[in-house]
Structures are given as C-alpha cells and as structure tokens.
C-alpha cells in the first residue's frame, strides 16, 4: 500500500529562518502519530505545508500520491485542527457543523452531534462567545466527526480540562476503531498521548530527530542513578543521552542495556528506572548535561 503521506527534503525559510530543513518521512495509513517536539520546533509550519496553507521552499509533499497544492481531491481528504482556529464572527456552533459537509467529503452530523452533547458544547451560542475550552471542545469535534483519512490536531485539546481531554482521547480511540484513518496529534502533552500513539516522529529546530515506532522508543533507553563517583565511572565508556548530577549524587541516562550491562550496572550499586517516551523527548531535545 502507498503512503498516504510521502515528503522528500522539504525545506521552509521565512527570512535567514529555517523553520523546516531538509525533512523526509512517510505516513502511512490507518496508524496514529505523534509529531513531538519543542515550542518553535517547525510543527505547526510542517503541517501548514501538508495542508498546503503554506508553500514549500524547496521539496516535494504527496497526499495520496498527489501534490495538496490547490487540489481540492486531495484537501476534502484532509482535516487540519488547530488550536488557534479564527472563525466568521457571526458564526454559531449549529452553523459550524452545518458548513462542515462542504469540506469534508466523510462529515458524520450524528457523531458531531453526540460530541456536542459529551462536551456539553451549546449549539446556538456564537463562536466568539465560546469561552477558550468550549472553543478546544469544538475544534476537537469538528476533527473526529470529519473522519478525513488524514486528519491533523496542533494542539487544539490545550484548553480543555483533564476531564475533557480524557474524553477526548477515549472518543477518538473508539472511532479511531471503528474508521481507522491516519491521525496525527502534534502536543506536548507527551504522557497523556503516549499510550494513543502508534509512531513518533521527533522535530527540533526544523530537522526529524526521531522517526520510530514507539513501542521501540519506550524500551529504548534507561536511568541509572547513585552516587556521582559511581554513575562516571559507570558510563565512562558508554553513550550518555542525558546526565544530571546533584550534590554528591547524580543520575544519567543511557540507550537501553542489555543483560551484562544491568548485572554491571547492579554490582556497581546503581539503581534502574524505565525512561518514560516523555522523557526520552526532553533528553533528546534538552543538552546533554544538567549543570545544577
């Protein structure tokens, strides 16, 4: 099967700035994403280009084997939530999921409906009277009732409380079940997605620093922590992703050991933690040593 998603050294400047540089991945489909990364790291300018709200400096994107730009065959496929989402300003909810069908070729009015009711979103009130949560709750709506085959959230769910949010996660597993389609979910609530997330595709200053499958990435690396003599001499001659050190203690983390390593690590009196894909991210995009 094609990949509904196909981008081979993209690049994006505004100015001296590279906000995209030399980016190539696929997505394929029916899978779940989580395209991570730091505030400024060239997410949402990423998928502003897939969605073609932007136009590439250099480098070629494929939605379903075709170019986005003004092909509205391939756009109707596509669904781009984003947190900051300007609408007309006499627009009510009710007028938001009347339009939709216009855009989105699989628009389901009855899954619109019943999300409405969940997030307890008034239909009548006009959409600049929305406070910033029931505006969230509508963008959220608006994507899982799109059922596009390739539908984007940039963070949309940030100004839903934790209750909404967990709605929100459990209703897109539960359609995400019954119509899969590729999703990807572009947010640093990393341990709340994690679970949700099929592949993760890592993006700091403009470049992919990870692109694997996650239950990879949460085997992939380990803390070890002790006294700071023992944890140096413990990884002298190993990678080190991470270090930190406090006071006469320090912990570090390293790529995932194998069986010596962990008897090594034990006989030295290190104590081992699993390395959440939370922070496996900080790691990755933080330096390499925490000078406190």
Known sequence: MSPVVEVRDLRKSFGKVRAVDGVSFTLEADRIYGLLGRNGAGKTTLMSLLTAQEFATSGTIELFGQSPVENARVLEQTAFIKE????????????????????????????AGSLAEDFRLPLDRRMKKLSRGQLSAAGVIVGLASRAPLTFFDEPYLGLDAVARQLFYDRLLADYAEHPRTIVLSTHLIDEVSTLLEHVILIDEGRILIDSDAEDLRGSAITVAGTASAVDDFTRNREVLHRDRLGGLATATLPALDAAGRKDAAAAGLELSPVSLQQLIVRTTTSGEDPS
């Open 84 to 111: 900051n989402q300007k609408y007309p300003e006499d627009f009510r909810v009710k007028h938001l999921f009347r339009s939709a069908p216009w855009f989105f070729a699989n628009w389901n009015a009855e899954l």
